[in-house]
């Protein structure tokens, strides 16, 4: 609907440009070329927020003991910038390879090569509410809040 509020005055407006052109040309012929994009309301992902690389810390095994033992918790932010006033919320969706046993959960991988990575163990995201985010899945949306 706004779109089309948009849209109604712009071609009011260019119906007078076309007039006037009309009434300077006699038998001439106007062409006119008309871009434009309508685009969804959008926020853009500030780019200190994009391709993070959060470091987790170093852990002793035996903190992970038994089945739902957890280390601290390491917190990180998504800004997003120039959010139009329409937008209260945000989707997010976390993508990579998922836990064998848990697939919400993203897998460690053996990034030394040495081939003594821990088993048994996995990284679980949660939000600020301390809620399980799925890996490769999308979640039902978080309240935007300015700052």
Do not use: R
């Not at 999308?138 to 809040?145: A, Q």
């Amino acid at each position: 609907m706004k779109a089309a509020k948009t849209l109604f005055p712009l071609l009011l407006a260019l119906a007078g440009v076309h007039s006037a052109i009309a009434d300077d040309i006699d038998s001439g012929q106007v062409e006119m070329d008309m871009t434009g994009t309508i685009v969804a309301e959008s926020c853009d992902i500030d780019t200190a927020s994009q391709n993070q690389t959060i470091h987790i810390g170093d852990f002793s095994a035996g903190i992970f003991k038994n089945v739902g033992d957890t280390s601290e918790w390491k917190q990180f932010d998504i800004k997003l910038n120039n959010c139009t006033s329409a937008i209260s919320q945000s989707t997010v969706a976390f993508s990579g390879t998922s836990d064998g046993s848990d697939p919400s959960l993203l897998a460690l991988s053996d990034t030394s090569g040495g081939g003594g990575m821990a088993s048994g163990v996995a990284i679980e995201l949660l939000d600020s509410s301390m809620n399980a985010i799925a890996i490769n899945s999308t979640d039902n949306g978080y309240p935007i809040t300015q700052g």
